[in-house]
């Protein structure tokens, strides 16, 4: 099994920055492949970006060009930096293992306008 612990969120201004970290723990990490989702008030839970095992990187249609995802196997975590922020990516933020099917608690990240 894996552990992650979420951390970053906060509040910015449209047009503003935040990085996300997930770290994890109690399994080798380099055999995970992640995710990072959101899930916005009264809306369902939506994928955000994947990375691979091996680095390879795939982002929804909404952030490509904006958010990147990038992971260091030495700390055990995995990263999504947010830029261009707009207040539609308001959210509670979670990463997920997909090689244990785990969660983390989730991070808030509120965009002002």
């Known amino acids: 099994q894996v552990q992650l612990v979420e951390s970053g969120g906060g509040l910015v201004q449209a047009g503003g920055s935040l990085r996300l970290s997930c770290v994890a723990s109690?399994?080798?990490?380099?055999?995970?492949?992640m995710g990072w989702y959101r899930q916005a008030p009264g809306k369902q839970r939506e994928l955000v970006a994947t990375?691979?095992?091996?680095?390879?990187?795939n982002y929804a249609d909404s952030v490509k060009g904006r958010f990147t995802i990038s992971r260091d196997n030495a700390k055990n975590t995995v990263y999504l930096q947010m830029n261009s922020l707009k207040p539609e990516d308001t959210a509670v933020y979670y990463c997920?293992?997909?090689?244990?099917?785990?969660w983390g608690q989730g991070t808030q990240v509120t965009v002002s306008s």
């Open positions: 997920k293992s997909y090689t244990f099917s785990s």
């Open positions: 990375i691979t095992i091996g680095g390879n990187t």
């Open positions: 109690g399994s080798r990490f380099s055999i995970n492949a």
